[in-house]
């Protein structure tokens, strides 16, 4: 059976070229060492690399659901981040990428709180702001956040540049200063 991927998935590239291949080796070599993250629904949330150099070894992976437990859009990001090594700027370009995600499940939590709480009752659920929470989730400053959110209407290049480790925010910053 073919599964599909699910869109929280994204929030990371695919690999590519001589890095998939590498992936492919080690997987036919030592075997599949990590297991591949599937939603309740069946979709894959963690491990589309994996899978598909499963599929094209003709392996059979093993699966774990997540249990629903907190934010999806954390939840992947905490099994993706540790393993590669990003700036503070990449980050932030993460954070900005996961920001409509989040800024979803906040809507839906602040409707969640507004029907289960009267007008008058005081709501003991806190309310979620996403770009904090995108910060926090990915390890950088909100301030970071909020510049690359910015540069992303004002100057889209400089936010291209940073997510591939060229350029840092305040080099961005300043270039885009001067070319005003």
Known sequence: MIREFHEVANIFPM?????????????????????IWL????????GRNRYLACCELDIEPPYRTWNCSGSLVAFVVSL???????????????????LPMLETEA????????????????????PVHATAQAATIVGTNR????????????????V?????????????????KEDR
């Open 143 to 158: 301030q970071y956040v909020a510049d690359v959110k910015r540069m992303a209407t004002e100057a889209p290049e400089w």
């Open 160 to 176: 291209e540049k940073i997510r591939a480790g060229d350029a840092t925010i305040t080099e961005a910053k300043r270039a885009i």
């Open 15 to 35: 690999m590519q070229g001589d890095e998939f291949d590498a992936l492919k080796a080690d997987i036919s070599a030592n075997g599949l060492r990590e297991p």
């Open 107 to 126: 809507a839906e939590k602040e409707r969640e709180r507004k029907t289960t709480f009267q007008k008058f009752e005081k709501s003991y659920m806190e």
């Open 80 to 98: 993706n981040l540790h393993r590669r090594h990003l700036t503070s700027g990449q980050k932030a370009v993460v954070a900005l990428d996961i």
């Open 39 to 46: 939603h309740p629904d069946g979709r894959i949330i963690d």
